[in-house]
T-cell receptor
Framework: AQTVTQSQPEMSVQEAETVTLSCTYDTSESDYYLFWYKQPPSRQMILVIRQEAYKQQNATENRFSVNFQKAAKSFSLKISDSQLGDAAMYFCAYRRGTSGTYKYIFGTGTRLKVLA | SQTIHQWPATLVQPVGSPLSLECTVEGTSNPNLYWYRQAAGRGLQLLFYSVGIGQISSEVPQNLSASRPQDRQFILSSKKLLLSDSGFYLC????????????FGDGTRLSIL
């Protein structure tokens, strides 16, 4: 069974600095997709970025980028120029690419604090 | 564009009372639908998912049930609520392709007294 591990329950970053959130996963599949979600205090789940396993190029969305290491099964999220609005819980998620697979596997989350 | 609506936003119920949370999706057809529960400061626990009308898969044995009476409607129910049913409930939808992310509703905060 696939698992997703976020080993950092909490992280802090100074405003305008860079922080990296870790995510590792365990799978025997070669076709899969990875996602990072942000959950601010309002508790709405917001998609931050996604990565296709077959793509070697790391995904980037403005200040958010990933470091995808397929062989190491690692999918870390880098937030550059951190802003106060980045303070939230961040969840890493995995989904198999196999047709008929419906479930997303979530990590336990990392709480990010941004210090002014 | 697609939108997902979930209501109510907040609910306070006594122990032993029934429950009905509703979720609807607009702007897409035949979505995969999901119910999650999230304890305070914790991760997401998948409760149910549905890939079509009347098709419900249960992930965790519990006091809750789900139904999908229409293509874009997903309902979470209970006949008798327990204290342990308190939590934050999230509905989500996705397309039936692995590359597609889940899209979440705003959630329902359920408190059992």
């Amino acid at each position: 069974a696939q698992t997703v591990t976020q080993s950092q329950p909490e992280m802090s970053v100074q405003e305008a600095e860079t922080v990296t959130l870790s995510c590792t996963y365990d799978t025997s599949e070669s076709d899969y997709y990875l996602f990072w979600y942000k959950q601010p205090p309002s508790r709405q789940m917001i998609l931050v970025i996604r990565q296709e396993a077959y793509k070697q190029q790391n995904a980037t969305e403005n200040r958010f980028s990933v470091n995808f290491q397929k062989a190491a099964k690692s999918f870390s999220l880098k937030i550059s120029d951190s802003q106060l609005g980045d303070a939230a819980m961040y969840f890493c998620a995995y989904r198999r690419g196999t047709s008929g697979t419906y479930k997303y596997i979530f990590g336990t989350g990392t709480r990010l604090k941004v210090l002014a | 564009s697609q939108t997902i609506h979930q209501w109510p936003a907040t609910l306070v119920q006594p122990v032993g009372s029934p429950l009905s949370l509703e979720c609807t999706v607009e702007g897409t057809s035949n979505p995969n639908l999901y119910w999650y529960r999230q304890a305070a400061g914790r991760g997401l626990q998948l409760l149910f998912y549905s890939v079509g009308i009347g098709q419900i898969s249960s992930e965790v044995p519990q006091n809750l049930s789900a139904s999908r009476p229409q293509d874009r409607q997903f309902i979470l129910s209970s006949k008798k609520l327990l204290l342990s049913d308190s939590g934050f409930y999230l509905c989500a939808w996705s397309r039936d392709r692995g590359s597609q992310p889940q899209h979440f509703g705003d959630g329902t905060r359920l408190s059992i007294l």
